[in-house]
């Protein structure tokens, strides 16, 4: 999926060379920092605590708590911006709070057996 990824960005690239559009390349001295921090810091964490917990638990448990992020931003974004969730927002959190819990609660049961 990286690699689609890294393809279509390319794509996208090599739309705005041919055309000459080279200014959406351009990034601000004020945002590297800031830019150096999203792609290393927190891209090695992520990375870094997903290899730790694929070593202490299966994959597919690993793997079914990346929707979490949704939420998870969204409470965070209630905490240090003040922005309001919508009904749909907190309908949605739920839901994947629910589903999350029905694969625990499955792996669970699994493990039991």
Not at 46 to 69: D, E, I, M, R
Request: hydrophobic share 50%; net charge negative; with cysteine.
């Amino acid at each position: 999926m990286y690699g689609v990824g890294a393809a279509v960005m390319g794509l996208c690239s090599m739309y705005f060379i041919l055309t000459g559009e080279l200014d959406v390349f351009a990034v601000p001295v004020s945002s590297i920092g800031p830019l150096l921090y999203v792609v290393f810091i927190t891209s090695s964490t992520c990375y870094g605590l997903l290899s730790w917990a694929n070593k202490h638990s299966s994959p597919t448990l690993v793997t079914s708590f990346w929707p979490l992020q949704v939420p998870g931003v969204a409470f965070l974004s209630y905490i240090f911006f003040d922005e309001l969730l919508s009904a749909t927002d907190a309908l949605g959190a739920v839901l994947i709070i629910a589903g999350l819990l029905s694969v625990t609660l499955s792996h669970r049961f699994e493990e039991r057996r």
